[in-house]
């Protein structure tokens, strides 16, 4: 699978314990895309963040939040995250979803082609 130089850095910011078909949103997320042939998608756990409703959840509260931010990126083609973002629609309550260009620099093992 390739990806374009010219690419989209799909952002996705949830909360932990939303969730799609009673499995944890960001699984289901990531497994979609992975269902689809998109490039490849990373979930990242935030220790702390707030969103809309201003509440803060932190893992440093004195006990473990059970709701702290996570973040999924997605890399591919214009193309291919445009066709992802309608079937993403469908699978998210709330949270937020941003969009900007990247270029890639690299992408797979790193080692020269012969």
Known sequence: MEIPRDAVLLRIFIGESERSDHKPLYEAIVLKARELRLGGATVLRGPMGFGLSSHLHSAKIL???????????????????????????TMMGS????????????????????
């Open 63 to 89: 006990r473990l939040s059970e709701d702290l931010p996570m973040i999924i990126e997605i890399v591919d083609s214009q193309a291919k995250i445009d066709a992802f973002l309608p079937v993403l629609d």
């Open 95 to 114: 949270g937020l979803i941003t969009v900007e260009k990247v270029q890639v620099l690299q992408y797979g093992d790193g080692k020269s082609k012969k």
